[in-house]
């Protein structure tokens, strides 16, 4: 019997966890297991010292606002992992606070072997960060295929275990429909800054076509009535993102994991994120490409396509007009559909079918 503890920040963290927990589980049936997490975690038996809705900040304003929670949690997950004493810690993204954590482990905890499961996208930008997790981490499962090669050009090794989103769609990808309704699906973000930032221009740009209906997809951990107050126009809200997708006609994505939920359950979008001060970004984004943004796009489709299969309506780019636009063209024009639906069928051909959660367990297990 081994002792576990994970640490995940945000909903997605959150249910990759679980799924990760249930098969350790699996193998080692007595397994004590605690953490920082959510519901999901909790479900599967994990012992949850501090809960996702006080850990999901994004964006400087948020992070200085929320400084008293944030402090909270690092003292909480300091006293839960000297209390516990665990054989293993798991980090599940979240990469700020999991590297202070893996550094306070590595100091006051080392017998105590470190694991990271979707480790920070460090091909994209603050690739510095590769060589702290290589020191603080024993090993680093991977979930995108071309993550091996990129720490190997580094000396590091990194370990592909499959990718947990295309294993969660597994479970689903089977009820994928060849007609869809006349629908269009909303998927505004998991963090009340980013819905509030992206919700209102996704929204009138869906309602232009009124002969669709609109559903806007809420997030597991914020209310209905965070909201209300943007559903004005008989627009549906829904917490069964997944049969949303699999019966729209068409997706207005937030960037994210969401993107590629998506394309794996064969919905054409476009994508979306907002900046603050977008001009002014986007000029320190191009100044600073050399030594912050080593990738193209910003999607996860497009990045693991090496090529732009969706619309990226990004800073700027993020308008009525714009996303309306991209709308109209994947509604009309069928052969670009077709395009982009091809595209993702080679997506899922690249993401392969091994079930993350289960390589991830084995190797976690077997601590050698």
């Given amino acids: 019997m081994a002792n576990y503890f994970f640490i995940a920040g945000e909903a997605s963290g959150d249910m990759h966890a679980a799924a990760l927990i249930a098969q350790i589980r699996q193998s080692d049936p007595?397994?004590?297991?605690?953490?920082?997490?959510?519901?999901?975690?909790?479900?599967?038996?994990?012992?949850?010292?501090?809960?996702?809705?006080?850990?999901?900040?994004?964006?400087?304003?948020?992070?200085?606002?929320?400084?008293?929670?944030?402090?909270?949690?690092f003292r909480i997950?300091?006293?839960?992992?000297?209390?516990?004493?665990?054989?293993v810690l798991v980090l599940i993204d979240y990469p700020s606070f999991n590297l202070r954590m893996a550094s306070f482990?590595?100091?006051?905890?080392?017998?105590?072997?470190?694991?990271?499961?979707?480790?920070?996208?460090?091909?994209?930008?603050?690739?510095?960060?590769i060589h702290k997790i290589a020191r603080l981490c024993d090993r680093v499962l991977g979930i995108?295929?071309?993550?091996?090669?990129?720490?190997?050009?580094?000396?590091?090794?990194?370990?592909?275990?499959?990718?947990?989103?295309?294993?969660?769609?597994?479970?689903?990808?089977?009820?994928?429909?060849?007609?869809?309704?006349?629908?269009?699906?909303?998927?505004?973000?998991?963090?009340?800054?980013?819905?509030?930032n992206c919700l209102p221009t996704m929204l009138e740009a869906a309602q232009r076509f009124e002969e669709y209906q609109v559903t806007v997809c809420a997030a597991p951990n914020i209310g209905d009535e965070f909201y209300a107050p943007y559903l004005r126009n008989n627009e549906k809200l829904t917490r069964d993102t997944y049969a949303t997708l699999l019966h729209a006609s068409?997706?207005?994505?937030?960037?994210?994991?969401?993107?590629?939920?998506?394309?794996l359950l064969g919905c054409p979008q476009v994508a979306v994120y907002h900046l603050a001060c977008p001009t002014f970004v986007g000029l320190i984004r191009w100044a600073a490409q050399p030594l912050m943004f080593r990738i193209k796009h910003?999607?996860?489709?497009?990045?693991?396509?090496?090529?732009?299969?969706?619309?990226?309506?990004?800073?700027?780019d993020f308008t009525v007009d714009k996303v309306a636009a991209e709308l109209e063209r994947l509604l009309h024009d069928e052969t670009y559909k077709k395009e982009m639906l091809a595209a993702y069928e080679h997506l899922i051909s690249l993401l392969g079918t091994q079930p993350a959660s289960v390589r991830a367990a084995e190797i976690i297990t077997s601590r050698p």
């Fill in 250 to 263: 068409v997706a207005v994505v937030n960037s994210g994991t969401a993107t590629l939920e998506t394309a």
């Fill in 144 to 196: 995108f295929p071309f993550e091996p090669a990129f720490y190997a050009q580094y000396g590091y090794s990194c370990e592909y275990v499959g990718n947990p989103t295309a294993e969660q769609m597994v479970k689903v990808q089977g009820e994928r429909l060849e007609v869809r309704g006349k629908s269009i699906a909303i998927l505004p973000g998991s963090r009340p800054s980013e819905i509030s």
């Fill in 298 to 316: 910003f999607t996860l489709v497009n990045i693991i396509e090496n090529k732009e299969v969706i619309k990226e309506c990004i800073a700027n």
């Fill in 30 to 73: 007595k397994a004590q297991i605690s953490g920082l997490g959510g519901d999901k975690m909790a479900s599967e038996g994990c012992r949850i010292y501090r809960h996702i809705r006080h850990m999901a900040f994004m964006g400087f304003a948020a992070v200085i606002s929320h400084r008293r929670d944030i402090r909270d949690n």
């Fill in 105 to 129: 482990c590595k100091r006051h905890l080392p017998h105590t072997k470190i694991y990271y499961y979707i480790p920070p996208k460090v091909w994209a930008w603050k690739r510095r960060r």
């Fill in 77 to 87: 997950a300091r006293e839960a992992m000297l209390k516990e004493q665990p054989d």
